[in-house]
């Protein structure tokens, strides 16, 4: 787990709206930017969370999930599938609650 969270600008939480287009824009930039620049930022460890522009609900799980996906397939194989099987085998089970602490 990381120590710290490093934050944007006067140490807010970077903004980001995803669009209709799937376009995303950061706020605190005015600029769009791509899953790569996303992933990017969490490696600096930028606090950031995704927003839908129209519904203004928080898609941030499924943004960093889609660049983990992003990752896998550019031959970044960090995940083995035995891991992933069993990640998903804990979907709807009792568990569910508990394994986001224990990752």
Known sequence: ????????????????????????????????VTLDHLAQMVKDGTDFAVFDAKTGENITRSVLTHIIVEEENKGQNLLPIDFLRHLISFYGDSLQAVVPNYL
């Open 1 to 32: 787990m990381m120590a710290y969270k490093a934050k944007g600008k006067d140490n807010e939480r970077v903004t980001i709206k995803k669009y209709a287009n799937r376009r995303l824009y950061n706020t605190a930039t005015s600029s769009y």
